[in-house]
């Protein structure tokens, strides 16, 4: 059974920084695909950004420059450095993974960002 696991969440200044941890178990080798995104309350859950398992990254226009999604293979984890994040901007953030045909979800890490 795959399990994401989120960590690094909390409250932040604007213009400050701030690093999410996702820890995938269960997984096999294979090709795969992360991603975080982010649900404001009463928005819907957007991607923010996304990793293959080659490395080919993506990012959402909104955090383009500031935003920086990376993995560590070996230990099954994936990252996302947020730099200068806009202020008062709060969202839970949720770790996707996309394997073997399959989706799974972590829980999700609540973020605020103070002004």
């Known amino acids: 059974q795959v399990q994401l696991v989120e960590s690094g969440g909390g409250l932040v200044q604007a213009g400050g920084s701030l690093r999410l941890s996702c820890a995938a178990s269960?997984?096999?080798?294979?090709?795969?695909?992360f991603g975080w995104y982010r649900q404001a309350p009463g928005k819907e859950r957007e991607l923010v950004a996304a990793?293959?398992?080659?490395?080919?990254?993506a990012y959402a226009d909104s955090v383009k420059g500031r935003f920086t999604v990376s993995r560590d293979n070996a230990k099954d984890m994936v990252f996302l450095q947020m730099n200068r994040p806009r202020p008062k901007v709060t969202a839970v953030y949720f770790c996707?993974?996309?394997?073997?045909?399959?989706?799974?979800w972590g829980r999700g890490t609540h973020n605020t960002v103070s002004s």
């Open positions: 996707y993974l996309c394997y073997e045909m399959n989706e799974y």
């Open positions: 990793i293959t398992s080659g490395g080919s990254t």
């Open positions: 269960g997984m096999r080798a294979g090709a795969n695909a």
